[in-house]
């Protein structure tokens, strides 16, 4: 237990970097300690779960790299330079953290990510200098992150080694040449098994990989949707078990809606008294699709065929219609973000829905319920005969390397050491110690779980172009109602092939040119 406590003694938070960035910086550890450090990471290694990225790999399994890392780094000494970083500063249901304060009581997490950095900096004698970036006023900490990164373009003076960004600023950064391409990473290897694969590869174009999501972004499984149910409330209407459903296969769209109306109750004035369902709209709309087997974008030859499809997809109309005549008949409740969780999470943590329309990282806003138990589900499939659950992922965050960084190479070197150190450590704990044993309530859950990783579906236009497509698309067609799904995908088809998924492959075909 000693040794315990000074391996994961957490850091001092010493001064303020701008408005709204703390920066972090750790004690140097005794060469005793540091010795029993290096031990500790070779037998945590034969221990420890490694993050699943193959369909068939489980969570205990640690099949490539040495028995020490599952990486293939080698030995570099980096002479105590440091490496600094700007991260996103996280928040409830919202795991950014790179590194931790010194007066911060953390959970399994917190203890893994310390366990994680002061292993790299041993094994490459390097000093991590991080810092995070909160919400200034009304620009949120991944804008601010971003801003830094334009800051350091026009006029480098942080020389920031790594930045982390949400996915669709980090796709503009690459139109802008801002930051590295995965391809000139040359110490990242993209075939290790704690890469996102299922992301990775719908993010990659005629054969060029635009980003490397890994084991390091916990945040990117957080934000895979789910389904909460009320279990006590299905009991008591006596209802079929959501479980056995998903189990069996049964679970469809359809059958989830008929569970919806069932369960509306409305009161003496007409007014609904308890929904059917319940959820914020970003979470609702395009997830039933995504979870149904449909895409906003279709795909043919490598990614370079793109179409967006959604006026004339048949089952994307059909279930939109579907879910907006719940809406109509005050059976689903949709709120758009109104600055807090708290706004659209309230009907179904007060326990007046059955379901909620939700993603795995904000179910931990739900743990001090006590009056009833709730569940975890993927999204339904459009019919029986769909071969699996999807689960969309909305957003996704990860750590970049700015073309302006000192030492690109040393950079690459340390993003791959904190992709394998996370699928030894702090992925993990998460999923294993946090997720599983104290979020989720039923072992069942964890099966769940399981389905909603196996496969997840991640759309440019959904999430690379949130701002250009999903947002306004939500707005017309599932809030302010001024436009019919159909009408809005006919009327977007020029502006999306011409504006962004033009300039894509352009932009493709210019990196395949650099290359060659």
Same mark, same amino acid.
């Given at each position: ?15 303020? &970097? ?29 221990? $420890? ?12 399994? #640690?099949?490539?790299? =040495?028995?020490?890392? !599952? ?22 249901? $919202? ?47 991944? $804008? ?63 054969? #060029? !990989? ?7 972004? #916990? ?22 078990? !959501? &479980? ?23 009161? $003496? ?13 970003? &979470? ?10 449909? =895409?906003?974008? =279709?795909? =043919? ?56 329309? %939700? ?9 001090? /319920? ?57 992925? !993990? ?66 502006? /999306? %092939?011409?504006?962004? #998924? ?15």
């Amino acid at each position: 237990s000693r040794l315990r406590a000074e391996l994961f003694r957490p850091l001092r938070s010493d001064t303020k &970097y701008g408005e709204g960035e703390t920066n972090m910086k750790h004690r140097k550890l005794p060469l005793g300690i540091t010795a029993c450090l290096l031990t500790l990471a070779c037998l945590m290694s034969l221990f $420890t779960a490694c993050g699943k990225k193959n369909e068939t790999k489980t969570t205990e399994e #640690v099949t490539n790299g =040495t028995d020490e890392y !599952p990486d293939d780094l080698g030995a570099f000494d980096f002479g105590k330079e440091k490496f600094k970083v700007l991260s996103v500063a996280s928040r409830e249901g $919202t795991y950014t953290t790179f590194d931790v304060p010194e007066d911060y009581q953390g959970d399994q997490v917190d203890d893994a990510v310390y366990s994680r950095n002061r292993i790299i900096e041993q094994r490459f004698n390097v000093v991590f200098d991080s810092y995070t970036a909160g919400d200034e006023g009304g620009t949120p900490g991944y $804008t601010v992150c971003y801003n830094r990164l334009r800051q350091e373009a026009l006029a480098p003076t942080e020389n920031w080694d790594l930045i982390m960004l949400i996915n669709r600023d980090a796709y503009t950064a690459i139109q802008e040449e801002m930051i590295c391409l995965p391809s000139e990473l040359k110490h990242i290897d993209m075939s290790k098994d704690y890469y996102l694969r299922d992301v990775n590869d719908a993010l990659t174009i005629d054969g #060029v !990989p635009l980003f490397a999501y890994s084991d390091e972004s #916990v945040y990117t499984f957080e934000r895979s949707v789910c389904i909460v149910f009320n279990q006590s409330e299905v009991t008591s209407l006596g209802m079929e078990d !959501p &479980y056995a459903l998903v189990k069996s296969g049964d679970w469809t769209y359809q059958r989830m809606f008929e569970m919806v109306k069932t369960a509306t109750r409305m009161d $003496t004035d007409g007014k609904t008294a308890f929904y059917g369902c319940s959820g914020m709209s970003d &979470y609702t709309a395009t997830s039933y699709w995504f979870g149904c087997g449909q =895409t906003m974008l =279709t795909t =043919t030859n490598g990614n370079t065929g793109m179409r967006f499809s959604i006026g004339s997809n048949e089952a994307i109309i059909k279930i939109t219609e579907e879910i907006l005549a719940l809406v109509d008949g005050g059976q689903m409740e949709l709120k758009g973000w109104e600055g807090s969780d708290e706004k659209w999470i309230g009907t179904f943590k007060d326990g007046r829905a059955l379901f909620q329309n %939700n993603i795995v990282g904000k179910v931990r806003l739900l743990r001090d /319920v006590k009056d009833w138990d709730y569940g975890v589900l993927p999204y339904p499939k459009y019919s029986e005969t769909q071969d699996h659950y999807y689960s969309r992922v909305v957003d996704a965050w990860l750590h970049v390397v700015p073309k302006s960084c000192s030492d690109i190479d040393r950079a690459s070197v340390i993003l791959e050491a904190l992709a394998s150190g996370s699928s030894q450590y702090v992925f !993990p704990a998460y999923y294993e110690k946090v997720l599983k044993y104290q979020i989720m309530r039923n072992p069942q859950d964890i099966e769940m779980l399981e389905l909603i990783r196996a496969h997840r579906t991640f759309d440019l236009a959904d999430v690379t172009w949130a701002k250009e497509i999903r947002m306004d698309l939500v707005s017309k067609v599932f809030m302010d109602r001024t436009m019919a799904v159909s009408a809005y995908g006919n009327s977007m088809v020029y502006t /999306v %092939n011409a504006s962004l #998924v033009k300039p894509l492959l352009e932009m493709v075909e210019k990196l395949k040119m650099q290359d060659s």
